[in-house]
T-cell receptor, first 113, second 109 residues
Framework: GAGVSQTPSNKVTEKGKYVELRCDPISGHTALYWYRQSLGQGPEFLIYFQGTGAADDSGLPNDRFFAVRPEGSVSTLKIQRTERGDSAVYLC???????????FGEGSRLTVL | GENVEQHPSTLSVQEGDSAVIKCTYSDSASNYFPWYKQELGKGPQLIIDIRSNVGEKKDQRIAVTLNKTAKHFSLHITETQPEDSAVYFCQYNFNKFYFGSGTKLNVKP
């Protein structure tokens, strides 16, 4: 389809492991966002890309979290040394304009045991 | 989000009644005020938005009103239907892209 695609849809891992979450945005969308959503909460901003560069990474909680978008399209969110508190749904969104409608994927549910 | 407060957190209405959800923000920099609907297991989806040069926008049963002086914007749903049951979020853009804490709307048939 033409929407935002996120993989995996579900990921269960053990504390201390490394995890990668992938986002494939809508073709032509230059802006890409990562959010984290815990149960019963609103999406929490993590990082925003404009093209290949991270325009704002101030939402990343600590240095265990890192995201890349090397060719200005697909993005990968990387979490090192996962902790139980990292368990959440990680949402990716893309946008044609930095101040326009966000198109969200269905999210990657991460569970850290 | 720390710069936007959303109320109520839950709202239960009878089918056919109206529902109103309000967001209050603290900074004045944003000129774009969208509302998103999130169904279970899915990502949020834009349902309506408004720019700061207008005070109200309608799309069938949904409307958004903006009061820049009082720094709040509201979502209005009229003639509610069971399929309107979902979680609704306002979004506010000021440097970062904040979402409200969400309102769980339950429309009882």
């Amino acid at each position: 389809g033409a929407g935002v695609s996120q993989t995996p849809s579900n990921k269960v891992t053990e504390k201390g492991k490394y995890v990668e979450l992938r986002c494939d945005p809508i073709s032509g969308h230059t802006a890409l966002y990562w959010y984290r959503q815990s149960l019963g909460q609103g999406p929490e901003f993590l990082i925003y890309f404009q093209g290949t560069g991270a325009a704002d990474d101030s939402g990343l909680p600590n240095d265990r979290f890192f995201a890349v978008r090397p060719e200005g399209s697909v993005s990968t969110l990387k979490i090192q040394r996962t902790e139980r508190g990292d368990s959440a749904v990680y949402l990716c969104a893309s946008s044609l304009l930095s101040t326009g409608e966000l198109f969200f994927g269905e999210g990657s549910r991460l569970t850290v045991l | 989000g720390e710069n936007v407060e959303q109320h109520p957190s839950t709202l239960s209405v009878q089918e056919g009644d109206s529902a109103v959800i309000k967001c209050t923000y603290s900074d004045s920099a944003s000129n774009y005020f969208p509302w998103y609907k999130q169904e279970l297991g899915k990502g949020p989806q834009l349902i309506i938005d408004i720019r700061s040069n207008v005070g109200e926008k309608k799309d069938q049963r949904i409307a958004v009103t903006l009061n820049k002086t009082a720094k709040h914007f509201s979502l209005h749903i009229t003639e509610t239907q069971p399929e309107d049951s979902a979680v609704y979020f306002c979004q506010y853009n000021f440097n970062k892209f904040y979402f409200g804490s969400g309102t769980k709307l339950n429309v009882k048939p």
